[in-house]
Every structure is written in structure tokens, then in C-alpha cells.
């Protein structure tokens, strides 16, 4: 499993961080060196800027495992649609 967090640290102080997004992504192709993977993408919401929380599921196939963490990432955010959140 992979999970991302995304942090926000006021002030670059890590001491007043908190989370406003995650990915968690399951590798459902074993240790192949192409995997499917499934999870979920979720914001948190923030009054007092006015985002609104949300969670999407997503699905990627054929991932090429060389291809590194960052390009499994640029494909589940491509797999979303982040415009379309309320």
C-alpha cells in the first residue's frame, strides 16, 4: 500500500501542521512488473477558506513499476475528476 499526505505547515512551522489531502493506493497486481492499482483520493475541508471535503475512488491499470512512485501519482490524479468535486 501506498499512502500520500499532504500537509500544510503554517509559517513553515511543522509544529502547527495538519493534513488537507491523502491518497491511499492498493497494488491489487502483486509483484508484477506491471500493477493495477484502486483506492481513494480525499480533501479535507476548510471553513474558513471554503473548501469543501471531499473523496473520490480511483483505478489504474498497467503501471509500470520502474516508472517510480511519482509517475504511479501524475496517474491517479489523471484518473480523477478534480473539477467535478461539489
Known sequence: MIVVHVEIWPYGDPEGSYEIGQIVAWNEGGNTALSSYSGSVIQAGSTSLGVKSWEQ???????????GPWRLIASI??????????
Open 57 to 67: 475512488e480511483f483505478r489504474v491499470e498497467g503501471h509500470d513499476r520502474t516508472d
Open 77 to 86: 490524479l489523471s484518473a480523477i475528476e478534480l473539477q467535478a468535486q461539489p
